[in-house]
């Protein structure tokens, strides 16, 4: 019987990859508009930005310094705080769920399943996500891999999860964009999973067999016809 759903966040239930370009690109326009003066596009130094990104992590605090550093400009605080304030004013105007999220969370609810997020990221920015999205109070657990030191795939994350909600692994279904991370781990444990082709990682194909999901669906909404066929066959 399931009794739980649990989700991954970025890209699962905002557009994240969408929204960081967009907040990234208009940073780089923040600081050209600022006075930074180099001999290269815009594009070519979103493209730079997006490398120091994947070197440094996504929650590296300064990415911009890196950025002025690399492409030969002395650090200077008014480009980068034109950056920041750019990258910021962008991501809080369009950090919104995506529109079958909240109807989704709301009939889950109704059925009288639990509800839970598992995310792998710094717990502050994770938490500020889901309460500027207003999808924080629909969640009975919320578990974050900064709060108890290990990331998606590992299967820790995704049994505390399940420990947190009072059931068993077995009776969770877990929802997310990446294969190799929310479908590989949930796999491990023994969870239904489904997987959304959201994002930047739409694409991926599996590369073993822990990556296969149980279900496939292209948008939220559809989780729903999944649930229901589920808890049929729970019941015959």
């Known amino acids: 019987m399931i009794k739980a759903v649990l989700f991954d966040l970025d890209d699962t239930l905002y557009p994240s990859s969408k929204l960081a ?4 690109k208009n940073a780089i326009r923040a600081m050209i508009e600022a006075g930074l003066d180099v001999d290269m596009t815009e594009e070519e130094l979103y493209e730079e930005l997006e490398e120091i990104v994947e070197e440094f992590g996504s929650n590296h605090p300064r990415h911009f310094d890196l950025l002025l550093k690399r492409i030969g400009v002395d650090p200077d605080p ?4 034109a950056a920041v304030v750019a990258y910021h004013d962008t991501k809080f105007a369009y950090l919104k769920p995506y529109p079958d999220v909240i109807p989704t969370l709301m009939k889950l609810r109704e059925m009288g399943l639990k509800l839970g997020v598992v995310t ?16 924080h109070h629909f969640f009975h657990a919320v578990v974050i891999s900064e709060e108890i030191g290990v990331e998606k795939p590992n299967p820790r994350i995704f049994t505390e999860a399940a420990e947190r909600l009072g059931v068993e692994p077995s009776e969770c279904v877990f929802v997310g964009d990446r294969l190799d991370h ?6 491990r444990v023994g969870m239904v999973t489904v997987r959304v082709r959201k994002g930047k990682y739409s694409d991926m194909e ?8 149980d279900f496939e669906i292209s948008r939220l909404g559809e989780l729903l016809d999944v649930i229901r066929k589920l808890l049929r066959e729970s019941s015959d």
Not at 21 to 24: I, L, Q, T, V, Y
Not at 78 to 81: D, E, G, I, N
Not at 206 to 213: I, L, R
């Open 206 to 213: 599996p590369e073993n067999e822990e990556d296969v999901p």
């Open 182 to 187: 929310d479908i590989r781990g949930a796999n």
């Open 78 to 81: 008014k480009l980068v705080a």
């Open 21 to 24: 370009e967009a907040a990234r």
């Open 120 to 135: 792998s990221g710094l717990a502050v920015k994770q938490w500020e996500k889901l309460i500027r999205l207003g999808l």
